[in-house]
């Protein structure tokens, strides 16, 4: 079946620092893909979102590009805040609205 | 214009009761998918309900069951519950035949089985 990998966490970070969080896919043809974002004590929250090859989502200053050479949509984000400081979750579309997600990648950003 | 809905936000209950957790989908949406969200791990799907039928179903055991009413609304029902059941029960709700729609989430329900 489907399934997302991510990078394990977690991931600790200076503000201000380059973000990258990898997500590779395993799938059947080309599925939407997104980044869901879990602050502490809250439910998730889309964060960003492609739905075909090549395409690049972005949102709040993260983004993420669709590569299906690679199968991958890996999250990065120039500059980090504390208040990026979540869980943050890869994830794919399969039929009829349901999704797949990652094992999560804590991400802890230091002042 | 409200988002998704759960309730209860937390609940405490013992090995072998049961449990039911509520959801509105966003205005609009009238397809709602359940996910069930361990510590420390991601959402695995639960089922998913359309047109008032269970659609969709994960690995889950018969103790999970569902229902859909025609607002919409959906509830999760858990029977016999076990100490493994305690996690973060989630509701998703959509569109229907629009593959480019999001997917809303709401705050959970947190479920404690002691």
């Known amino acids: 079946g489907n399934s997302v990998t991510q990078m394990e966490g977690p991931v600790t970070l200076s503000e201000e620092a380059f973000l990258t969080i990898n997500c590779t896919y395993t799938?059947?043809?080309?599925?939407?893909l997104f980044w869901y974002v879990q602050y502490p004590g809250e439910g998730l929250q889309l964060l960003l979102k492609?739905?075909?090859?090549?395409d690049k989502g972005s949102n709040k200053g993260f983004e993420a590009t669709y590569r299906k050479e690679t199968t991958s949509f890996h999250l990065e984000k120039g500059s980090v805040q504390v208040s990026d400081s979540a869980v943050y979750f890869c994830?794919?579309?399969?039929?009829?609205?349901?999704?797949?997600f990652g094992a999560g990648t804590i991400l802890r950003v230091k002042s | 214009d409200a988002g998704v809905t759960q309730s209860p936000t937390h609940l405490i209950k013992t090995r072998g009761q049961q449990v039911t957790l509520r959801c509105s989908p966003k205005?609009?949406?009238?397809?709602v998918s359940w996910y069930q969200q361990a510590l420390g791990q991601g959402p695995q799907f639960i089922f998913q309900?359309?047109?008032?039928?269970?659609?969709q179903r994960g690995n889950f055991p018969d103790r999970f069951s569902g229902h859909q009413f025609p607002n919409y609304s959906s509830e999760l029902n858990v029977n016999a519950l076990l100490l493994g059941d305690s996690a973060l029960y989630l509701c998703?709700?959509?569109?229907?035949?629009?593959?480019?729609?999001?997917?809303?989430f709401g705050e959970g329900s947190w479920l404690t089985v002691v």
């Open positions: 994830a794919l579309r399969e039929y009829g609205n349901k999704l797949v």
């Open positions: 492609a739905t075909k090859a090549d």
């Open positions: 205005s609009g949406h009238d397809t």
């Open positions: 309900y359309y047109e008032e039928e269970e659609r």
């Open positions: 998703a709700s959509s569109l229907e035949g629009n593959s480019g729609n999001t997917i809303y």
């Open positions: 799938a059947t043809g080309y599925p939407s």
